[in-house]
């Protein structure tokens, strides 16, 4: 049951002081979208100093939009989609048995395993791009698919969540199935994944987000225009002598509207992640 | 506990997410590379990198396969700024993806040094004859010829009619014998301010070497990179100080702006916010489709010293690796040291060439972009890459110089101590250089 709390003085001035830094942090993101509905770089008209119609889009167009539906940009969002859709699935499917041999399986040297696992995320990806660009294109796999969605599968965060959540089950649950002879992919199909659903998501969302994001490895690897995805396809927006500034703005509303829909869309799941949690054990 | 009904749907979600990404990555794991032509030999594709936008050499594209049907051009943009960094590393790892790739002319020599160029030095005469005497230079290291010029470039001072004649001020001519100086370029933009205009001078690259190294030039400051080997930095001579004073000077007293980057400051001035912009051609075509109002004058120049102005643009050249080697440089030729090739390297984007022939074309386009504005446009470039012209220094080391400055100018133009920060440089590119030798 909810409580209502207090309208106190303090409250009400805390609140209200909440609400105006939220709206602070709204103010940049409010700028790109009104300033995506200004033709080509007419937006600046109204910066510097910064006008009322800088945030209110009155009497503008979708022209930046259109202009981008014109095959490159879509091509590299479909692109981008496919590469997280793809690194969800086959990224899921590894963390999930990873995570699961890390924590319901005993074996010699399990937790030396996962002191790799964590130490391979806190390694900056970035670090080792290049030389592992190297690799792919030895193998070739550059301007492939493949090549873009590798790198991407074994995520040592997601494993590491992952395998926090299955901890968090009770083991005498494991033990009753064993003594009722089940397989051990069985235990994981039918007691472990219907309990951690909800890190499921969270996970997923994870891997979907750090390819969605990716900038440095698209462009090492995925250098033909066939194969760009959606951030290099925002910066090539840009060209050392002609920048339309409109089509960037709508560029980044496009791109940030698909992770924000897909998180409003699992954000109850979410909550229950939350709660659940809490409630193990 | 999580809701059945809804895992369920999650479960379908990423069920339908599974097959649909297994069907697309098994459709679309293809890589680039030859394509059989049916019957008739095979097709070689060229790989071209570039920083421009997607599409502006599809003309080039279009005209070069028409002309030569067994070879496919795929152009690949990558953004300007990952551009040398994304070279680098494919090329240091001997990429054999890349065939053809813009190289800045002033970081020629370094990229010898790193054999990341194919000599082709074969094709020097014919260049010779082609191209404007001014462009070939850079091109040309240690007697040998490792690419070939494709544009060229100047600047020029725009100015807003309407805030000028706001302010009572009469505006500039083309003359270049009646060229202003910088002093009258921010007395006048002192005006237009206090007239109403939000900005008085607005420097299209403002924080690049490209476009800051005549303003030490005109004074007599030299590259700032002296010695045979061009790897002994002078910064800290009185011109650079002089000049790199004025620069600061213009942005503490609220002339030129601060915190706003090199690509947003066109788009300031079409919008009439600033009385005076320097920069160069490109600006005209998206200027006139915005309907801004501007007028065109000589660059600027420092009363105690010589006009001065920046030039050069891209140079392509040819990756050591590629596997496609007579190809890329046929190619190459015919978009360089053909008048019909060069020109088509310009139809998207307004920036003279380096062809002789397609410079001609370019100028009477140029004079004729805007009516009444750009007339005698062309002449004037023609002037100031004949007389005022300066190259940037073909230093071994430009590559890190480049890069250093940009931190220089920025600390500067932000209030560092100017004499302090050039001979901090100074230092760190001493360091950086010694390396190199």
């Not at chain 1, 709204?26 to 200004?38: E, G, K, Q, T, Y």
């Not at chain 1, 095959?71 to 499917?93: D, H, I, Q």
């Not at chain 1, 009722?180 to 199909?189: C, H, Q, V, Y």
């Amino acid at each position: 049951m909810r409580t209502r709390m207090p309208s106190t003085p303090g409250v009400v001035v805390r609140t209200a002081g909440a609400v105006m830094v939220s709206l602070l942090f709204l103010i940049p993101l409010l700028w790109v979208v009104a300033s995506s509905f200004r033709p080509g770089n007419s937006a600046f008209g109204y910066t510097s100093p910064f006008t009322f119609e800088a945030f209110v889009p009155l009497g503008g167009d979708v022209s930046n939009y259109v202009a981008l539906f014109d095959g490159y940009f879509v091509r590299a969002v479909g692109n981008s989609l496919l590469v997280a859709a793809a690194t969800v699935v086959f990224g899921l499917v590894l963390s999930v048995f990873a995570a699961f041999a890390l924590s319901a399986l005993q074996f010699p040297g399990r937790e030396a395993f996962f002191v790799v696992v964590v130490l391979s995320f806190l390694i900056p990806f970035d670090a080792i791009a290049i030389p592992m660009s190297a690799q792919f294109r030895d193998w070739g796999l550059a301007n492939t698919y493949v090549g873009l969605i590798l790198p991407g599968l074994a995520n040592g965060f997601a494993i590491f969540v992952l395998r926090q959540f299955f901890l968090g089950i009770p083991r005498e649950l494991l033990e009753a199935a064993r003594v009722d002879g089940l397989a051990w992919w069985r235990i994981l199909w039918q007691v472990y994944l219907p309990l951690c659903r909800p890190a499921l998501v969270g996970a997923g969302l994870m891997l979907f987000l750090s390819q969605w994001q990716s900038y440095v490895w698209p462009l090492l690897i995925g250098s033909d225009t066939e194969h760009h995805l959606a951030p290099i396809a925002l910066a090539n927006l840009r060209g050392q002598l002609e920048v339309n500034f409109g089509q960037i703005f709508a560029g980044s509303v496009v791109l940030t509207l698909i992770p924000g829909l897909l998180l409003l869309t699992f954000q109850r799941h979410f909550t229950d992640s939350v709660a659940a949690t809490g409630i193990k054990d | 506990m999580s809701n059945p009904r809804s895992t369920r749907r999650i479960g379908r979600r990423l069920g339908a997410i599974a097959v649909t990404a297994g069907m697309c990555t098994l459709a679309a794991c293809g890589g680039a590379g030859t394509d059989a032509e049916g019957g008739s030999g095979e097709t070689v594709t060229l790989q071209f990198v570039h920083p421009e936008v997607a599409g502006s050499f599809d003309p080039l594209v279009k005209a070069y396969e028409a002309e030569h049907p067994n070879v496919r051009i795929e152009t690949t943009n990558v953004p300007f700024d990952q551009l040398q960094s994304t070279l680098q590393s494919r090329l240091g790892q001997g990429d054999t993806s890349i065939d053809v790739y813009t190289a800045d002319p002033s970081r020629i020599p370094g990229i010898v040094a790193r054999g990341q160029l194919l000599e082709i030095s074969d094709l020097r005469d014919e260049a010779e004859a082609a191209t404007i005497p001014s462009a070939m230079e850079p091109n040309i290291v240690d007697g040998s010829l490792w690419s070939l010029p494709i544009w060229t470039s100047s600047q020029y001072l725009y100015y807003n009619p309407d805030l000028l004649a706001q302010a009572g001020v009469e505006p500039p001519t083309k003359d270049p014998a009646k060229r202003w100086t910088w002093k009258q370029v921010t007395d006048a933009a002192r005006k237009a301010q206090a007239a109403g205009a939000e900005h008085g001078l607005l420097i299209e690259q403002v924080n690049r070497y490209y476009q800051l190294q005549p303003l030490a030039e005109s004074l007599g400051g030299g590259p700032g990179l002296e010695g045979d080997d061009l790897l002994t930095p002078n910064l800290t001579n009185d011109p650079w100080i002089t000049a790199m004073n004025w620069y600061q000077d213009i942005h503490e007293q609220g002339i030129a702006p601060r915190g706003i980057a090199p690509d947003q400051m066109g788009p300031l001035f079409s919008a009439g916010k600033a009385a005076f912009y320097v920069g160069g051609p490109w600006v005209i075509p998206g200027w006139k489709e915005e309907g801004a109002t501007f007028g065109l004058a000589p660059h600027p120049y420092f009363a105690e010293g010589e006009p001065t102005t920046p030039t050069d643009s891209w140079s392509w050249g040819i990756n050591p690796n590629s596997e496609n080697v007579e190809q890329a440089k046929e190619f190459l030729r015919w978009a360089a040291l053909t008048t019909e090739g060069s020109l088509a390297t310009i139809e998207k984007i307004l920036i003279p060439p380096t062809n002789a022939n397609a410079f001609d074309k370019y100028v009477t386009r140029l004079d004729e972009s805007v009516p009444g504005v750009t007339d005698g446009a062309g002449d004037l470039m023609l002037h100031e890459l004949e007389n005022t012209a300066v190259h940037r220094p073909p230093s071994p080391g430009y590559i890190q110089f480049e890069e250093m400055m940009v931190n220089v100018f920025e600390d500067i133009r932000n209030g560092s101590d100017v004499e302090d920060r050039l001979a901090k440089a100074e230092d760190e590119l001493a360091t950086a250089f010694s390396r190199l030798r």
